[in-house]
């Protein structure tokens, strides 16, 4: 049986280091792909993904259960990230190497969007699939960020509208506003490809 975690949080906070590996690896890909997304920088979200684990073992004694475990780590998470931001807004940053296409961690989101078992009917059905999924994913990227990240919380991450606005600090019906405009704009923008009727 595998540990909560709660339980490996406690054990992080007696400096159990097997407690956070494991924490680690249940994270490290979701946490990864949301602060990557966030700040839409390789090596700024490499050093935010790393930077957020340290606190969280650092900090396990913080954690109060109040919160999901989960949602504890996006919060950190998310902070670092609003400070990154602000810190680019007064000292503007230019990436000479961001990723490579096919290189994203946002790739998790096209697997959510797809039906990756569904038969298809032919190559060409696959094709528009195909077409149709890279549709979406350029109306997602062409949100405004406030609407992106809060959507991707919630849809690619799985948090509920709550803990996106624990993460977020933002109060309850502003995710479901920001929500409710992000996915008025993606139906919009595919309305406008002529992607769905």
Known sequence: MYPSDEELIAGCHQGDTASFDQLFERYRSRVFTFVWRYVRDRETAEDIFQETFV??????????????????????????????????????????????????????????????????????????DAEHRTALWRAVDGLPSELRVTLELQALHGLKYREVAEVLGIPLGTVQSRIHNAIKLLRKAFRDEAVIA
């Not at 913080?62 to 990230?81: D, E, G, Q």
């Not at 810190?87 to 290189?103: A, E, H, I, K, W």
């Open 55 to 128: 606190r969280v073992f650092a900090r396990a004694g913080t954690y109060r259960k109040r919160a999901k475990v989960s949602t504890w780590i996006y919060t950190i998470a998310a902070n670092l990230c609003r400070d990154e931001l602000r810190r680019r807004r007064r000292r503007p940053l230019v990436s000479l190497d961001g990723p490579l296409p096919g290189d994203e961690p946002g790739q998790v989101w096209m697997q959510i969007v797809s039906a990756p078992d569904a038969p298809t009917d032919s190559p060409r059905q696959a094709a528009q």
